[in-house]
């Protein structure tokens, strides 16, 4: 294996012929979105991929991706360290080419363009993207904002009511 910046159109059938393996890297400034998602992240991410026919004769391609990044903890509203590693598993599939129900689970399908061709970068930038948690926040013990600092005004006491049901009770007992 090599360490190579990745391409970022691949042949996946073609690749997966040769059986291919990869171990490189992409520039995040290639993933917009990506970056905009996170407060800041690694130049590169580190992108591990092997290419190949499973028993069926079917292409598919699986690796996984890691790199670091910097998120906006939505309970103090400071920076917090995030690592993401992202296990995948492709297989390539073209319009009516193969009904998506007779995939195996494992696979995932991804979609080529009218070259035989899969955008990794666009591939890898949305696994990245999904593995983000919805709302970052440090562990409680980490966090600057305790559980009593999430605490606002205080609460009154609920007013006791008069039983609405009291007027059919005392009813009930002046007829016994």
């Not at 190579?4 to 040769?18: G, H, M, N, R, W």
């Not at 890898?124 to 559980?147: G, K, M, R």
Request: glycine residues 4%.
């Amino acid at each position: 294996m090599q360490k190579v910046k990745l391409p970022k159109y691949l042949d996946p059938i073609k690749t997966a012929t040769k059986r291919s393996e990869y171990s490189g890297v992409m520039a995040s400034k290639d993933m917009p979105r990506w970056e905009a998602s996170v407060a800041s992240c690694d130049e590169f991410i580190q992108v591990d991929v092997k290419f190949a026919k499973d028993a069926q004769g079917l292409t598919y391609f699986q690796g996984e991706l890691s790199t670091e990044a910097q998120l906006i903890c939505q309970r103090c509203n400071s920076t917090m360290q995030q690592a993401t590693q992202v296990a995948f598993c492709f297989t390539p599939v073209q319009g009516n080419e193969l009904e998506h129900d007779e995939l195996p689970d494992a696979y995932e399908p991804v979609a080529v363009n009218e070259h035989g061709e899969v955008n990794l970068v666009q591939l890898f930038e949305d696994e990245l993207i999904i593995s983000l948690p919805i709302v970052p926040v440090h562990a409680e013990n980490e966090c600057s904002v305790t559980q009593d600092d999430m605490t606002f005004g205080q609460l009154e006491p609920d007013q006791e009511r008069e039983n609405p049901f009291a007027v059919l009770q005392k009813l009930k007992r002046d007829q016994e």
